[in-house]
């Protein structure tokens, strides 16, 4: 973890929205902080909250600004016409002195010790690099950032960056700027510590010019599911849930969240895509089919954890500590 930054310590309850104000064109920002004022836990850049929306549905938001800015959390909120409403509730219906459950922080996507940081952004995934520019400027390491965007009117944060102007590049894409990651990559120090987060795509594009020159994959954050790579087959499977002493059929087409949630065993679970973490199970027994955004290729080998709503077995039995 990099020097200032601090291990995020769970935590769920009420907080009250202290402030809401607009980032960006399509980009709300809250300002939240504990009931009668009282102060939320640290938190390290990368880290993310969860928040239950009124319906009990349950959505997930990287922690940003400053983290040394004690006592609260912010986010910053996407207005997704095509999404699956969390993100128009939060824009239209949550006003400051709203409350709102929320459970945090958790860090799937935490800040390693490096003498030089090269971070990329593209459009909202600004969001969980800011912090770590915070972190990273403050203890004197060398860094630059790679920030992409369809337009800047809708590239939020752009003011906080403007104090490390010569170390930020902005590629407007209704301007005809275009990121070369091939070129990226390529002028990368062999120790320079690479972090992206943003579109699939983006992301893909830059683990494969990685992935072509052998170099270590880049740290990065998916805000929507990556494609699979080659064919995958389905099949019937069985899981048992050893804390709870049941054992499930898993079959074609459905999900192991889906049928455990069936038994009545609670399972937390929020994007279920794969690309959140919430559902993460403890692996036990047996070799799991990985189909998540979130596990490096290094602990998908290990096979220690994996993500129960949109991964499935290669074994015909899994043993999961749920």
């Known amino acids: ?34 009931i009668d004022d009282a102060a939320l836990p640290e938190w390290a850049p990368g880290a993310h909250i969860e928040v239950t929306l009124p319906d009990g549905t349950l959505r997930q938001y990287s922690l940003t600004g400053d983290p040394t800015r ?43 010790e490096a003498s ?19 972190a990273v400027a403050r203890s004197g390491a060398s860094w630059s950032l790679d920030y992409c965007g369809r337009e800047r009117s809708n590239m ?10 010569d170390r930020v590049r902005l590629f407007a894409g209704s301007e005809g700027e275009r990121i070369d990651v091939v070129e990226l990559v390529n002028g990368l120090g062999p120790e320079t510590a690479l972090y992206c987060c943003g579109p699939a795509r ?4 830059i683990d494969d010019a990685c992935k072509a020159v052998g170099r270590m994959p880049p740290r ?4 929507s599911p990556k494609q699979l790579e080659g064919a995958t087959v389905d099949s019937e499977f069985e899981v048992e849930l050893a804390s709870s002493g049941v054992s499930v059929t898993v079959p074609i087409g459905r999900s192991i969240l889906d049928v455990v949630r069936e038994t009545g065993v609670q399972v937390l679970a929020s994007c279920e895509e794969g690309t959140c ?16 955004s979130v596990l490096s290729d290094a602990e998908k080998a290990q096979n220690t954890f994996m993500m129960i709503c949109v991964s499935r077995s290669c074994s015909r039995r899994l043993v999961l500590d749920l």
Request: glycine letters at 10%; proline letters at 5%.
């Open 1 to 34: 973890m990099h020097g200032d930054a601090v291990e995020p310590v769970e935590w769920a309850g009420d907080v009250v929205v202290v402030d809401k104000s607009t980032v960006s064109a399509a980009i709300t920002q809250l300002t939240l902080r504990g």
């Open 202 to 205: 983006l992301l893909v594009a």
């Open 277 to 292: 973490g919430t559902c993460e199970a403890e692996v036990i027994e047996g070799v799991p089919d990985h189909r998540d």
């Open 70 to 112: 004690a006592g609260t959390w912010t986010v910053a909120v996407l207005r997704e016409a095509n999404g699956r409403g969390g993100s128009q509730y939060i824009h239209d219906h949550v006003s400051a002195g709203d409350k709102l459950w929320v459970r945090g922080p958790r860090n799937h996507f935490p800040l390693i």
């Open 220 to 223: 990065v954050e998916y805000f």
């Open 156 to 165: 939020a944060f752009l003011e906080h960056l403007s104090p490390w102007a």
């Open 116 to 134: 030089e940081y090269r971070f990329v952004a593209g459009g909202i995934g600004i969001t969980p690099l800011l912090p770590m520019i915070y």
